[in-house]
């Protein structure tokens, strides 16, 4: 088991300062959302030239703003840039993000989410993508020399996603879930739910983000989630990132 930390940093120098002071401190790895600040991808191209010494990921890229081959082509940059050091974290988003903010129809999200692997697992990997699906298509491959193959993960809790994920990807990344359920979705079974096929990495990622106070006594790290920590006004705690693997059988 391996333990990272959750980053959101503002700018870009923000982004290798905090990296660089998160190695430091013997962290295995650190994480960026894309959320509504600057693009995750991009700062950790950056990041990974400046700043050796600790893994990269995404947690999480929303994945109906961008086409599967952009995404393909800017996770390899940065595997590039970085020697190797990437894992590519991708998710659904919300409704309310795609549909009500961005205006773009969240329709049978599992299918999109399926046709979306379907091309950019093989990109990622160095091959050809050659898809039509319903939604999504592309008969294309990438000319990125020098840039290892990325790990995808998918966000994914209810059993269709995690279907999805375990016969495509090489793990499912997770927030704010407890121990039952991040140890379900670790095994190949899910909790008991049958995928309709294996997992198909023999290696199963799960990183898990949660929240982790950060107090100067052990008593004041058991107070309520939403009760502020004395001389720290925002209820919130920052993050960590647990990740651990679970052999399987192949």
Not at 76 to 97: D, E, M, N, P, Y
Request: charged letters at 20%; a positive charge; proline letters at 9%.
């Amino acid at each position: 088991m391996e333990v990272g930390v959750f980053l959101q940093p503002s700018t870009v120098d923000k982004a290798v300062q905090q990296f660089r002071t998160a190695a430091d401190a013997g962290f295995r790895s650190g994480w960026m959302p894309q959320a509504f600040g600057i693009d995750a991808l991009s700062a950790l191209a950056v990041v990974g030239r400046e700043v050796g010494g600790i893994d990269l990921g995404t947690s999480v890229v929303p994945t109906f703003p961008r086409h599967p081959t952009m995404l393909a082509a800017q996770a390899l940059t940065v595997q590039q840039s970085s020697g190797g050091r990437l894992t590519l974290g991708i998710g659904l988003s919300h409704r309310f993000v795609i549909d009500g903010l961005l205006g773009l129809a969240w329709d049978k999200p599992v299918r999109h989410l399926r046709e979306y692997l379907s091309i950019l697992l093989p990109l990622v990997r160095g091959e050809a993508a050659d898809v039509a699906g319903e939604t999504l298509a592309a008969r294309i491959a990438l000319d990125i020399t020098d840039a290892a193959p990325v790990p995808v993960l998918v966000a994914a809790l209810g059993p269709q996603m995690l279907t999805v994920a375990g016969r495509m990807a090489e793990g499912t990344i997770t927030w704010m879930t407890g121990p039952r359920r991040s140890g379900g979705t670790s095994d190949p079974r899910f909790g008991g739910r049958r995928p309709r096929r294996a997992v198909r990495s023999p290696s199963w990622s799960v990183p898990c983000r949660c929240a982790s106070p950060m107090t100067r006594t052990r008593r004041e790290s058991r107070r309520p989630a939403g009760s502020p920590c004395p001389g720290n006004s925002r209820p919130t705690a920052p993050c960590s990132i647990v990740r651990g693997w679970r052999d399987q059988p192949t």
